[in-house]
């Protein structure tokens, strides 16, 4: 192999590549980067084979090639070159790499032994917008379980059905539910599992199309230079259209800021207790928080518009402080049932997402 | 007592006084800030027996008194307050905390449990501005020993003789050496720990004045509205006069920035191997830079201005890169005598700082 290449192009593509690659993989190539030169191009691919990721970049191929270096120790050495062209060769075992004074010899391994990752066949297309594939990201995927026991919470349904494309996660306290168009013909359901779709969310970084390819086993994200593999979670997901409410007995509009602010003070009081709750005294247009310790005591009255009778509820703030990041919005409606049902929060103005949360008994 | 105080002051203070107290402490009292309102001021102290730091700001007392609030939380609602005037009450072992709809309850230490900092008596003065002083802590604190076991180089000297100012700090592998104009009659001679300076140099953060007041045990830095009052460290300290060369056989001049990025390469290659070093070879104007490990191998040649004969010298790169960030200026000197005997590092244009390095013996 003997490649020549500009330094810039060559560490943003092993940066995203090496997103696949996971600290723990008990296979000592899979902590390596491939690099594979041929027809003018560099493929550099990461694996962690739950993960593959796969970037094309151009390069001026001298001698066709393919080699294994270790990802971070490579890395290291490419980002501290100066920013110019840089020429890499591969020949018994040994990795060359100059750049203006500068030569660096490191051991390589043979292309052999790396473990490629799985071909997708490209049949049926779908096609979202990658800011918007941010968005729905962001608002699922803080609310997956990490509880491996149960895989298929580890990850976010994908449903489409007539053109929409429903997303859905849970962790057994609290659901968010995303429903969004999709330029699809054919219906798709799968659970993609969460590392992927963070991974995915760092590399989506402009305003342009994704497209997405489903098989059994896999799913394949095409995104410019960049394909992404995953294996999709196997099994039953949970049936959510029976365990999220439509009606409400009472419902209270807040300012967003307002609200997340007034949390965050009651939060520091329960990360200091073994207990982490908050209550909600809920009337006459008043939301009055408590927050209660064996530190001390937080009282707070915000304005609200509230429709409904008196209430007094309880939740853990955390996972109100999380659906507040990622709701975009000056307003916020929240609607109840009674202190025993779960409640609804979702933006004023925008139907698309709705988080589900349970309140928390309270302790009088 | 009860007091009126805007926020963000408020916070600065906290902040400041902080810095004193040390998680380790075992005396649960000390991680705790005393807050003492009289006479028109709120005065806030940290103290963990070496260092204490006391602010005084200005503030709307409307009951004198005084109490121990848990520095960490105390400081962790203030800082989620809104921008406005908080009132501070403190009665009945109960902190309260009113800010606009916000109202926050804590327990609060008796004053007469806390541990003041010792009264220095200010006899002699020396005034430095506090840029300089910031300069000169840069210059000398990296190169303190972390060797608990001889307690004189876990400090920087301090010695002020005929009006110039000289510090000293060294930990058996490099020596860092300052000397500034300092307006004083007297002469002395201190050792203040790096801990302390280290806190100094985050709270200096004007071009003002710093005064500088010594007892037998204790310094006291007077900044503003700040005081800092730390131990000074007791024992004999290395006669360094004797240890810095002065005649050299060698030197060299390289660009400082070349030379930082060639270092920082050869530095990437010695963090994977146990032996930490990397090789000078210099003749007719040019320095090669070979750093060798299990995992590879570097070669770097830069351009220098070289007057002596050839020379190959092997040093611990982490030292070098040490002194590189705190040299601001284009060009620097290395002398050199041979490759047993220590190298000198300064900048091109200013004598005032040296930075004495030993070498590492080669294995060829």
């Known amino acids: 192999m003997n490649i020549k290449i500009n330094k810039q192009i060559l560490l943003d593509a092993l940066n995203t590549s090496s997103k696949a690659i996971s600290n723990k993989s008990s296979l000592p190539i899979l902590s390596g980067l491939l690099l594979d030169a041929k027809d003018n191009n560099l493929i550099i691919t990461g694996n962690d084979l739950n993960l593959g990721i796969e970037t094309t970049i151009e390069a001026n191929i001298i001698e066709e090639g393919s080699v294994v270096v270790d990802a971070s120790f490579f890395i290291s050495i490419i980002n501290k070159l100066p920013n110019d062209i840089i020429n890499i060769l591969y020949n018994d075992n ?12 490191l051991v390589g391994k043979a292309a052999e032994e790396y473990i490629e990752i799985p071909f997708i066949e490209k049949n049926n297309i779908y096609k979202i917008n990658s800011k918007l594939m941010k968005t729905i990201i962001k608002q699922t995927n803080f609310s997956i379980s990490t509880d491996e026991a149960r895989p298929v919470l580890t990850g976010v349904l994908f ?22 168009k999709i330029d699809s013909l054919l219906d798709n359901l799968s659970i993609i599992p ?37 294996r999709l979670l196997e099994g039953e997901f949970i049936n959510y259209d029976q365990i999220i409410p439509t009606n409400f007995k009472s419902k209270m509009i807040v300012k967003t800021s307002d609200f997340k602010y007034s949390i965050d003070r009651a939060y520091l009081l329960s990360l200091k207790s073994r207990k982490a709750s908050i209550k909600f005294e809920i009337s006459n247009n008043n939301l009055l928080i408590i927050s ?37 919005s000056e307003n916020i409606i929240i609607e109840f049932n009674n202190n025993m049902s779960p409640a609804i929060i979702k933006a004023f103005d925008d139907d698309s997402y709705k988080y589900m949360i349970l309140p928390v008994r309270l302790v009088e």
Do not use: A, Q, W
């Open 292 to 328: 209660n310790s064996e530190n001390g005591k937080m009282e707070e009255n915000i304005k609200v518009n509230y429709d409904g009778s008196e209430l007094k509820i309880g939740f853990n703030p955390s996972y109100i402080l999380d659906v507040l990041k990622v709701i975009d």
């Open 194 to 230: 969460g590392k992927t779709l963070n991974e995915l969310n760092k590399i989506l970084n402009d305003d342009s199309e994704l497209e997405i390819f489903f098989t059994d086993k896999h799913v394949l994200f095409n995104y410019n230079n960049v394909k992404i593999i995953s």
């Open 94 to 105: 040994i990795v060359n790499i100059f750049c203006n004074d500068i030569e660096f010899n």
């Open 159 to 180: 449903k489409i059905n007539n053109g929409e494309l429903t997303l859905v996660s849970l962790d057994g306290y609290r659901l968010s539910y995303k429903k969004v």
